[in-house]
């Protein structure tokens, strides 16, 4: 059975820090390349970083030097750090995995950025 567990999210006052993490089971997650996504209100979803099944990472350049995408195969696990928030970082994080033909998607997790 195909399952992603997101955790992580949050309230966060604007200039903190949250860890987001997706746990894959059901899927060999070695071979998957993996995204992070997130949709605000009122807008579409879209790709925040990406890291492939060999490491090689991306991020969108409003994100880039403030998050930071990381994988771990040996506990099929998938992270996001995110610091210096922004109440513009307000949004649902969906965690996404690809193989070929295949895609996946986690539950989504609710970040809040407020004071």
């Known amino acids: 059975q195909v399952q992603f567990v997101e955790s992580g999210g949050g309230l966060v006052q604007p200039g903190g820090s949250l860890r987001l993490s997706c746990v894959a089971s059901?899927?060999?997650?070695?071979?998957?390349?993996l995204g992070w996504y997130r949709q605000a209100p009122g807008k579409q979803r879209d790709l925040v970083a990406s890291?492939?099944?060999?490491?090689?990472?991306n991020y969108v350049d409003s994100v880039k030097g403030q998050f930071t995408i990381s994988r771990d195969n040996a506990k099929n696990t998938m992270y996001l750090e995110m610091s210096s928030l922004k109440p513009e970082d307000t949004a649902v994080y969906y965690c996404?995995?690809?193989?070929?033909?295949?895609?996946?998607w986690g539950q989504g997790t609710q970040v809040t950025v407020s004071s």
């Open positions: 996404n995995f690809r193989y070929r033909f295949s895609e996946y």
């Open positions: 059901g899927i060999a997650f070695s071979i998957h390349d």
């Open positions: 890291i492939s099944s060999g490491g090689n990472t």
